[in-house]
Every structure is written in structure tokens, then in C-alpha cells.
């Protein structure tokens, strides 16, 4: 592996492009450490840490750093989310790849640590609405959103500077932009459309298909679908401005 750089899959470089140049950054839940290797070895950042809560990953992780001749630069630590990581080693955090919730929990387990970085990069595998919210009500600022379509998936992310990093902006988002993402709706982002699109579609068709059968389980479906589908069609709206 020697002599050839590190290349990452569509999720993965999206997220590795969200990472400011010149930053110490840590992985969170590194794995193969394959973002660490790539930012080291394309001279992003001068420094990394790959962290994991389990040795599995983390012997792989080392393995890999061997092979790529990064372990001056690379720190790896074994870490329940970031722990181990003191307040001003790193600048920047990506945690990606695992559910809203533990996404959350790491954010306000290490609070300290997490106000300390310059910004946050995150991907969270679901409850994505509930992470903006519980970003805004913390008082992080979005600087980017993006959303990539890989192997028929959805990855939405963004990146976003920790509270206590100047100040935060006052961000009044709607349920719409909330459930969608306000910087991917002004931006007019395509493969949030085509999420839109199929969200449409498949509500449609479910509402269509219930309302052939009879029972109050049915027609309170049908209500859940239908406020779902009005946030859907209010976003597709952005796309006709």
C-alpha cells in the first residue's frame, strides 16, 4: 500500500472534504482509520487522532497506518467516543457513520472537549431531525450541509462550530428545514431533491394502499402520512423559486 494514497468512498470523501485544511482533527469511531490516513497523506492536516470504543477496529485501523507510513502523524487511542481526547488537542471532530442518538451522546458526554473544538463534522446515520434540532438548541452554528446518494442510500452531514466558538447565530429554522436541512433546501441541493422526490412517491403509494382498508389504525396512518407528505411537498417548493 506504500506509494499509493488512500481512496475513499463517496460518503467517506465527502465528509473528509468538510474537514478545514491545517487542523488537528480526531475520528471519532475511526475504523479503518481510512479518513485519518487520507487527510495525512493528502497534506490536509498536519496531525490525527483515530479513535474507537473497540480494539477490533483499532488494530485494523493500526495495521493500516503501518502499511501507509503515517504513524508520526496518527494517534490512535481507544476511546469511548471522545473521552480520551483532551480539551485543545484537536481542532476539528468528525463523527460519522452511526445512529442520531450516540451521535448526540458523545457530543454531551465530553461537553467540554466538544466546545473546545473550531467545528464539528457530523453523520449521522438516523434520527437526523432530531440532531439539527438538538444542534440549534445548543446554540452550534451550520456552516455547510451536504447529502450524497451512494450504493441507493441517502447520507446527509453537515458541519457545524461548537457554541462556545464566537458567537452563535440566531437560527430560526422551520419544521421543513428541520426535518431537510436549511442550508441543503437554499442551496437547492440535487440529491436532496431526488430524496424528496421518492419520499413523495412512496408516501403516496402507502396512502393510496391503506385507504382500501378500513380500521381506525388505518386512518391514523393515513394523518401521520399526510403531515409527512406536506413537509415533503413544502420542500420540493424550494426547488420551484
Given at each position: 500500500?506504500?506509494?499509493?494514497?488512500?481512496?475513499?468512498?463517496?460518503?467517506?470523501?465527502?465528509?473528509?472534504?468538510?474537514?478545514?485544511?491545517?487542523?488537528?482533527?480526531?475520528?471519532?469511531?475511526?475504523?479503518?482509520?481510512?479518513?485519518?490516513?487520507?487527510?495525512?497523506e493528502h497534506k490536509i492536516c498536519?496531525?490525527?487522532?483515530?479513535?474507537?470504543i473497540n480494539q477490533g477496529p483499532l488494530l485494523r485501523a493500526k495495521e493500516h497506518v503501518a502499511e501507509c507510513g503515517c504513524q508520526e502523524q496518527i494517534t490512535l487511542r481507544l476511546s469511548d467516543?471522545?473521552?480520551?481526547?483532551?480539551?485543545?488537542?484537536?481542532?476539528?471532530?468528525?463523527?460519522?457513520?452511526?445512529?442520531?442518538?450516540?451521535?448526540?451522546?458523545i457530543l454531551t458526554d465530553s461537553w467540554k472537549v466538544t466546545c473546545s473544538l473550531k467545528e464539528c463534522i457530523l453523520q449521522p446515520q438516523s434520527e437526523i431531525a432530531k440532531v439539527r434540532m438538538f444542534l440549534l438548541e445548543k446554540g452550534f452554528t451550520f456552516l455547510k450541509?451536504?447529502?450524497?446518494?451512494?450504493?441507493?442510500?441517502?447520507?446527509?452531514m453537515m458541519k457545524v462550530i461548537?457554541?462556545?466558538?464566537?458567537?452563535?447565530?440566531?437560527?430560526?429554522?422551520t419544521e421543513t428545514q428541520i426535518r431537510y436541512g436549511k442550508l441543503l433546501l437554499e442551496q437547492k441541493n440535487p440529491v436532496l431533491k431526488l430524496f424528496l422526490e421518492k419520499e413523495i412517491a412512496v408516501k403516496e403509494?402507502?396512502?393510496?394502499?391503506?385507504?382500501?382498508?378500513?380500521g381506525n389504525h388505518?386512518?391514523?396512518?393515513?394523518?401521520?402520512l399526510y403531515k409527512d407528505l406536506k413537509f415533503a411537498k413544502e420542500g420540493m417548493e424550494y426547488y420551484d423559486l
Open positions: 500500500m506504500l506509494g499509493e494514497k488512500m481512496e475513499l468512498s463517496k460518503r467517506l470523501q465527502a465528509v473528509a472534504d468538510f474537514v478545514t485544511a491545517g487542523y488537528i482533527t480526531a475520528d471519532i469511531g475511526t475504523d479503518h482509520a481510512y479518513i485519518p490516513i487520507y487527510l495525512i498536519p496531525k490525527a487522532f483515530a479513535m474507537d467516543g471522545m473521552k480520551a481526547l483532551e480539551e485543545g488537542e484537536a481542532q476539528a471532530a468528525i463523527i460519522a457513520g452511526m445512529g442520531g442518538g450516540l451521535v448526540m451522546k450541509e451536504e447529502m450524497i446518494l451512494e450504493d441507493g442510500k441517502f447520507y446527509p461548537p457554541p462556545s466558538c464566537g458567537e452563535s447565530q440566531s437560527q430560526n429554522w403509494e402507502i396512502i393510496r394502499k391503506l385507504q382500501k382498508q378500513a388505518a386512518e391514523q396512518r393515513i394523518k401521520e
